[in-house]
């Protein structure tokens, strides 16, 4: 792992939920040259996220280094006030990025997209923050979706649809709010705009600072995926 070099311009990350058209910005983003954004991976940077905060919700660990303690092996946390949770949040990211996402030595951005949402809003946020600190120049994309039409799109339609509406309105307000927190660094995207006018795009290339040539983009918006009805 030592001699991994994360892409050059970062990374991107497209945040949202089932049936919002995020394949399709995934394959869009992909038509950047230079992009590499990953499908699903079952939210398995969650799980490393989860392992990070349990250090860094230790309420011994924080003591410890409050009071500049020095233990020994007759202490029950023994060693934990050298635990250095930033670093060990870079590491986690860097093996994510080097064993999961997997740039090409051409790759200047990487990423993926998951549509695993968080149902608990604090977690939630708790995640995307790690995502950016964690990921050298980390840009999130939340893309949303009408809740009515989420609703009748493929396995939707087998949910109770005053829950499927409840999971939408409450993953917007986490996109909307991050995104308003960090401008800079994340955009709000609605499937409905784009799909329509390929002009809304032009948020996300300026995040980017890149984009599809215009055949490459009419390619992408025209075609038909096999997973979209």
């Known amino acids: 792992m030592s001699d991994f070099q ?3 311009a970062g990374y991107a990350f497209i945040v949202t939920y089932g049936r919002s058209g995020s394949t399709l910005l995934q394959h869009l983003v992909n038509a950047i040259p230079g992009c590499l954004i990953r499908g699903e991976n079952n939210n ?5 996220f989860r392992s990070w905060r349990a250090l860094t919700q230790s309420t011994d660990i924080a003591r410890m280094k409050r009071e500049g303690l020095v233990s020994d092996p007759t202490h029950p946390w023994f060693g934990a006030e050298a635990i250095d949770p930033d670093a060990y949040r870079a590491a986690l990211c860097t093996t994510f990025s080097q064993m999961i996402l997997r740039p090409d030595p051409d790759t ?9 949402t968080l149902p608990d809003p604090q977690m939630f946020r708790a995640f995307l923050d790690f995502l950016q600190a964690g990921f050298p120049q980390a840009r999130l994309i939340f893309n949303t ?3 009515a039409d989420v609703c009748r799109s493929s396995w939707w339609r087998r949910h109770d649809p005053q829950e499927v509406r409840k999971m939408v309105a409450d993953a917007d307000a986490v996109f909307k709010a991050h995104a308003l927190a ?3 660094s994340a955009i709000l995207l609605r499937y409905e705009d784009y799909t329509s006018d390929p002009q809304a795009l032009e948020p996300l290339f300026e995040l980017l600072g890149a984009r599809p040539g215009a055949a ?3 390619a992408v918006m025209n075609r038909q995926l096999t997973h979209a009805t």
């Open 6 to 8: 994360h892409p050059e």
């Open 216 to 218: 490459e983009l009419r």
């Open 182 to 184: 960090a401008p800079d």
């Open 108 to 116: 200047r951005i990487a990423g993926f997209k998951e549509i695993r």
């Open 145 to 147: 979706r009408d809740a």
């Open 44 to 48: 398995a940077l969650l799980g490393l």
